[in-house]
Nanobody
Framework: QVQLVESGGGLVQPGGSLRLSCAAS????????MSWYRQAPGKERELVAS????????NYADSVKGRSTISRDNAKNTVYLQMISLKPEDTAVYYC???????????WGQGTQVTVSS
């Protein structure tokens, strides 16, 4: 029923850029807080960025601040993560997360692999 489908991951050279997309369905997207998380091998899953329903309130992890932009298109039920100046440390599986309004739990996508390497 609820689906979060990530796309846009892949192999990118250091200093490069990419845009991740997350297509959502099965819940009210426009009022949900949407987030991107990532998890590298041997590390805890960490919040990369989040955006609230108004699209005017965002937050970013210190490690990606200034290099990442999260955005959403409520008409397309899609959230994006634009990353520039990518570093090898950005290598991880990136997960889309949805926290619907008036719900006490959230939803997760399957993840998309981002590898930053020369």
């Amino acid at each position: 029923q609820v689906q979060l489908v990530e796309s846009g991951g892949g192999l990118v050279q250091p200093g490069g850029s990419l845009r991740l997309s997350c297509a959502a369905s099965g819940f009210t997207f426009s009022t949900a807080v949407m987030s991107w998380y990532r998890q590298a091998p041997g590390k805890e899953r960490e919040l990369v960025a989040s955006i609230r329903e108004s699209a005017g309130s965002t937050n970013y992890a210190d490690s990606v601040k200034g290099r990442s932009t999260i955005s959403r298109d409520n008409a397309k039920n899609t959230v994006y993560l634009q990353m520039i100046s990518l570093k090898p440390e950005d290598t991880a599986v990136y997960y889309c997360n949805a926290a619907p309004r008036y719900r006490l739990y959230d939803y997760w996508g399957q993840g998309t692999q981002v590898t930053v390497s020369s």
